[in-house]
């Protein structure tokens, strides 16, 4: 089960992290979670490109050891980047300091500020720990738009239609460079950026300063 629209009881309950991005101006924030892949990832950057479209990459550590090469690219073309675990682990199903260290071992391939929790899944435990720890990653960024490419039994249509519905200015929205994802990431970002662009909309990067953190 996943909800593609973040609830709002959801985003009180945990208020300290950054679920969207409050913008008067037509702005979105496109992420991209579990890359590098060899395929997906430069799908992504190329089609950002013709876009002039920035996005914000949180990367698994593991895949960044096995892809330097890509993650340089993300970073040279101008796109923030984020720590994912080094082992895309279920904070609900990891003890405190197997966790921390997970994070810290993918601190070694990916320096950011920004840590996003894989499957969304983090203890209160673990974000008092990585707080009181006071080092980088230091803000935690979720969304409130999920584009569910993940699943396997929705149509690339359907993927595309979640994410035209719900967005609105300063939507923080998840995609996924992954080869479990790929069928319906490449046929939906494209016509995501060809429709928020024709309606006047720019793609940033996230930051400290923009996550408010």
């Not at 300290?16 to 395929?39: N, Q, V």
């Not at 601190?107 to 009181?132: H, V």
């Not at 595309?160 to 929205?173: E, F, K, M, Q, T």
Request: hydrophobic share 40%; aromatic share 12%; net charge positive.
């Amino acid at each position: 089960m996943y909800l593609v629209k973040t609830p709002w009881w959801l985003r009180m309950l945990y208020p300290s992290l950054t679920w969207r991005i409050p913008a008067e101006e037509k702005i979105l924030y496109l992420t991209f979670d579990d890359g590098p892949h060899e395929t997906a990832t430069p799908f992504v950057l190329d089609t950002l490109g013709r876009y002039n479209a920035k996005a914000t990459f949180f990367c698994i550590g593991n895949n960044v050891k096995q892809h330097p090469e890509i993650y340089r690219r993300i970073l040279n073309d101008g796109h923030a980047t984020g720590n994912h675990t080094h082992q895309h682990l279920n904070g609900w199903k990891t003890p405190v300091n197997d966790y921390l260290a997970d994070i810290a071992a993918a601190s070694e391939y990916i320096s950011s500020p920004l840590f996003r929790p894989p499957y969304g899944r983090i203890s209160r435990a673990q974000l008092k720990a990585l707080r009181k720890k006071g080092a980088d990653p230091a803000n935690i960024i979720m969304w409130d738009v999920l584009s569910a490419d993940f699943d396997t039994n929705l149509t690339p249509e359907a993927c595309l239609a979640y994410v035209l519905y719900h967005c609105r200015p300063g939507s923080v929205i998840v995609f996924h460079d992954s080869q479990k994802a790929w069928p319906r990431l490449s046929h939906a970002l494209p016509l995501v950026l060809d429709h928020f662009s024709k309606s006047g909309y720019s793609f940033r990067s996230i930051t400290p300063a923009t996550s408010g953190r």
